[in-house]
């Protein structure tokens, strides 16, 4: 079992950039695929993005292809999420997740949760 904790959430500006991590702990994270979902208020937990195992392979939701990007350090035990060009509708709770298989990327694939990181971009 994995234990995922989210951070690198914050407060900026529609065109700006932040970056999430996600340190696990408590598992093998080099055996589990790796995605960020989010969640507007008064929405339903999104997709992302996700990778895989070994970093060969990733996916995006259109509405952030071009300004993601995800990749992690199975030495170091962490995930990322580069978020670029930021805009309003960027603004959520974004969570990290892990799950055993590659190619499915709805909420309820995934077995691990973080606690989730608040993410806020003013116009």
């Known amino acids: 079992q994995v234990q995922l904790v989210e951070s690198g959430g914050g407060l900026v500006q529609t065109g700006g950039s932040l970056r999430l991590s996600c340190a696990a702990s408590?598992?093998?994270?080099?055996?589990?695929?790796m995605a960020w979902f989010r969640q507007a208020p008064g929405k339903e937990r999104e997709f992302v993005a996700a990778?895989?195992?070994?970093?060969?392979?990733?996916k995006y939701a259109d509405s952030v292809k071009g300004r993601f990007t995800i990749s992690r350090d199975n030495v170091r035990r962490s995930g990322f999420l580069q978020m670029d060009s930021l805009n309003p509708d960027d603004t959520a709770v974004y969570y990290c997740?892990?799950?055993?298989?590659?190619?499915?990327?709805?909420?309820?694939?995934?077995?691990?949760w973080g606690q989730g990181t608040q993410v806020t971009v003013s116009s």
């Open positions: 997740a892990a799950g055993e298989r590659w190619g499915v990327f709805g909420a309820t694939d995934y077995d691990y």
């Open positions: 408590g598992g093998r994270f080099s055996f589990y695929v």
């Open positions: 990778m895989d195992w070994n970093a060969s392979l990733t």
